[in-house]
């Protein structure tokens, strides 16, 4: 069994929905764990995505790579910012649907964390 984690999320994201219903953008997967995309073109292992990107006006998480990768990628013209951006969505499966079955618990309703020793 995994040893739970805390990821940190903005307070105003969506809840996550069910395995395999749309994407509403809540973030946990790529706050979670990096996904192929990051791991093969960003060098990315473990951690929070740091191409996971909070939209203050739509209240969503969105993937940076999709949406700027020329910002990730530094020797991607931006003149190919759209073609690229199809080709991650393409890769993550966007639009296909949840596919993060972990169990989440908020645990902003249990107070203050404890401190660390």
């Known amino acids: 069994m995994d040893e739970p984690r805390l ?8 809840a996550k929905p069910e395995y395999g219903a749309t ?3 809540c973030g ?18 473990r951690g929070r995505c740091r191409a ?11 993937c940076g ?12 013209p931006r003149c190919w910012r759209m073609r690229a951006g199809v080709f ?10 949840c596919d993060f079955s972990a169990e989440i618990e908020d645990v902003s ?4 964390p404890p401190p660390h020793i």
Do not use: H, K
């Not at 990821?7 to 969506?14: R, T, Y």
């Not at 997967?29 to 990315?44: D, M, N």
């Open 109 to 112: 309703a249990c107070g203050e």
């Open 28 to 45: 946990v997967c790529c706050a979670a764990e990096p996904c192929p995309v990051a791991r093969v073109f960003l060098w990315q292992l």
């Open 23 to 25: 994407c509403n953008g």
């Open 88 to 97: 991650f969505a393409s890769r993550i499966a966007a639009g296909a649907g």
């Open 65 to 76: 790579m999709v949406l700027y990768p020329d910002r990730y990628v530094t020797l991607l």
């Open 7 to 14: 990821i940190a999320l903005d307070s105003n994201a969506p």
């Open 52 to 62: 996971l990107s909070w939209q203050e006006e739509a209240r969503r998480y969105v």
